[in-house]
């Protein structure tokens, strides 16, 4: 078996400060390019920024650990100790300067660690060397080079976003014929529950919705328990109907009537909702926001935040003060505050009710959630799919006590650098939290905005 050697790029790096200890046993190599850029970009308080620095302290700890040669590479910690630890190896000699086609002009960066993935491999033939890049363009110029090349897939939580837990099951038709032997049901508090007992209740999770596809006979159950082959369900609140609205919104269909009935439920912390443009998303979690805190007060005031990431170019710095700068980013909120704002009263009922709204709704920015500890808070976080798995653990983890968490998102419009659908933080929590008894999700499938906004998510 051939010995493996990964030269690692600065952009994997700069996305994942523990990737030198994600190869196992085989060895890991950084140009003195990589480490150049690294300090170029260790200034400044973004997210690049951090990791940047993150990854020298990692080397800085590493040093420390040398027993010998450091041109016989730096051992790496390992957490199995079945498998025999890695090498980190730096570039300690200038290398001969393989040549690069014609096509590929100048010293820049890339060329330099293209040159030197050449020159290792000629160096050594029974070492299989590889570039891992998470840039498009080096790895497309390091195959038509045929060099060894890869994407860094660590932190991808699923070879496929089809994959993705959607947070509801179609039961068999022949379900109930099957289950019905060991089915129990009682009532308890106004609420029907039901005992279900097979072999396919194991895969069911906390939280999970379960219907009948069959329209004559409908059946929605959300499942409360499960206990080896054993499951406990209960009858969904059916949120279509008129009587039972939210703040004045009832459901359009099925998956907006179990997104009502996970927002609505004290019980459960944290909510996460997937879907294309026009679901509902946004309007859903705002007006179970305003029933929960303004009616029941349940919670004391509504946080909603965002990433601000911009759509075209961007605008240039805004003035004021940070819930003023976060305006224009909260085009969504002011357009379902339209729907939910009821108009009886007048022009004086609408400033009056506008003004409640305000002094219940906040508006912050992501940018100084480290520290903060949020209490009795209905916080919506909106575009949620921009956030890397490390930027959602640091805004989930501000939740105190009493906080419930909505994070809405679209992975299919993802516009941070290096993040993909497998590998946004959105993705992330919903694969991490499906087994967690507080936890729930839903993917909304159909669009109710308007039928020219329906078409247009079909057809363009």
């Not at 100790?81 to 890695?86: D, F, L, M, R, S």
Request: proline fraction near 4%.
């Amino acid at each position: 078996m051939k010995k493996r050697l990964f030269i690692l790029d600065t952009n994997v790096l700069m996305h994942d400060p523990t990737a030198i200890f994600r190869f196992e046993e085989h060895a890991v190599y950084l140009p003195m390019v990589v480490l150049e850029e690294l300090d170029a970009g260790k200034k400044g308080m973004s997210e690049v920024a951090r990791n940047v620095r993150q990854v020298s302290r990692f080397l800085d700890e590493l040093m420390q650990n040398i027993d010998g040669n450091i041109e016989e590479g730096i051992p790496l910690p390992t957490t199995n100790k079945a498998t025999k630890a890695g090498r980190l190896f730096f570039q300690t000699q200038l290398l001969p300067n393989e040549p690069l086609p014609s096509t590929l002009p100048g010293n820049t960066p890339d060329n330099s660690i293209l040159s030197l993935a050449m020159a290792l491999q000629k160096a050594d033939l029974q070492c299989e060397v590889t570039l891992v890049s998470k840039d498009i363009n080096l790895r497309i110029k390091a195959h038509v080079l045929a060099i060894k090349t890869e994407d860094y897939t660590n932190d991808k939580v699923l070879d496929d976003v089809d994959l993705l837990y959607t947070g509801e099951l179609a039961l068999a038709d022949n379900f109930w014929e099957t289950h019905s032997k060991s089915l129990a049901s009682w009532q308890e508090q106004g609420r029907t529950y039901y005992k279900v007992t097979g072999d396919d209740v194991p895969d069911w999770y906390p939280n999970q919705f379960i219907y009948n596809p069959a329209e004559h006979d409908k059946f929605e159950a959300i499942v409360r328990k499960v206990d080896d082959n054993q499951a406990t369900i209960e009858l969904v609140r059916d949120f279509t109907e008129a009587r039972h609205n939210v703040w004045g919104i009832n459901a359009r269909n099925r998956e907006q009537n179990f997104a009502l009935n996970l927002l609505m439920d004290s019980e459960v912390d944290f909510v996460s909702l997937l879907g294309t443009a026009g679901t509902g998303k946004t309007l859903l979690a705002l007006a179970a926001g305003l029933a929960q805190t303004l009616d029941q007060q349940r919670y004391r005031e509504i946080i909603i935040t965002r990433v601000t990431i911009p759509v075209g170019e961007d605008i240039g710095f805004l003035p004021g003060t940070e819930e003023e700068k976060m305006t224009p980013w909260m085009g969504a909120l002011m357009d379902n505050l339209e729907v939910l704002n009821p108009t009886q009263g007048g022009e004086w009922g609408r400033a009056a009710t506008e003004d409640l709204l305000n002094t219940r709704i906040k508006i912050r920015s992501l940018n100084f959630m480290r520290g903060r500890t949020f209490l009795n808070r209905f916080i919506i976080l909106d575009e949620a799919q921009n956030l890397t798995s490390k930027q959602m653990k640091t805004f989930i983890t501000r939740a105190g006590p009493g906080t419930k968490i909505v994070c809405l998102g679209n992975i299919a419009q993802i516009d941070t650098p290096y993040l993909s659908e497998t590998t946004s933080g959105l993705t992330y929590v919903v694969d991490r939290f499906k087994p967690w008894q507080h936890g729930g999700h839903i993917t909304l499938q159909r669009g109710e905005r308007s039928r020219l906004a329906d078409f247009a998510s079909q057809v363009l």
